[in-house]
């Protein structure tokens, strides 16, 4: 079967098991600094990271003027808070000094391509930071893949088992249904931590063993 039908039909059983689900309305600011605290960190230490920040310091002039030593403080819960310190700091500084305002509202007059360019030449902003923000604030088609995905995505063959992160976004982003690309990430995250675990995934529970390099290995 052609990846691009295997795509749809693992699409098309998901949002049966999970429903269709819609964006919230989120600031695209706040949205690609709680994308930053997110890396290397689980959802529960982000927020709890994400919350801590705002809480201290509640807009993004205040954090872009405090020291970036109270920053690191505010968000250490969410790991790696020395570097993730320094990108939104220097993010925000740079953010000020490009475009005089700290928001993301000029992305709207971009293409998706200008403004994952624009967001990933900033230090500690790569694909997937940009692809959430873009997906998530932006509502754009685009596919950001995070490790669940990136893992089952593997499993299933859409993509080859040494691919990185970073490869498979653009591997994947033919393969997406028009319009899906929300929908199928949200849900591949879901089937991720209910059913297709890192560790011992449950495949006497999985709906799509038939398009499943890994259940057909393990079968052997
Ligand atoms: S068969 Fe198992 S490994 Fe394959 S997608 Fe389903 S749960 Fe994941």
Known sequence: MHPKQKVR???????????????????????????ILSQNTNDVNRDKAYDNLRERLPTWE???????????EEIRVGGLSNQKSKRIKNFLNQLKSEKGTLN??????????????????????????????????????????DTHILRISKRLGFIPNNCTAEKAHELMAPLIPQGKAF??????????????????????????????????????
Do not use: W
């Open 9 to 35: 039909e693992v699409s098309d059983t998901l949002e049966k098991m999970f429903g269709v689900p819609k964006h919230d309305e989120v600031d695209p600011l706040d949205c690609l600094i709680r994308t």
């Open 62 to 72: 205040d954090v872009l003027t405090a020291d970036v030593r109270e920053i690191e």
């Open 104 to 145: 993301l509202d000029f992305i709207n007059e971009l293409s998706t391509n200008e403004a994952v360019e624009f967001l990933c030449q900033h230090k500690g902003i790569g694909i997937k930071t940009a692809y959430v923000t873009l997906a998530f604030a932006f509502g754009r088609d685009i596919f950001p893949v």
């Open 183 to 220: 929908p199928f990430h949200i849900n591949l995250i879901t089937f991720g931590r209910k059913i297709c675990h890192a560790r011992n995934p449950k495949c006497s529970e999985c709906p799509i063993t038939d398009h499943c390099l890994y259940f057909k290995q393990i079968q052997k």
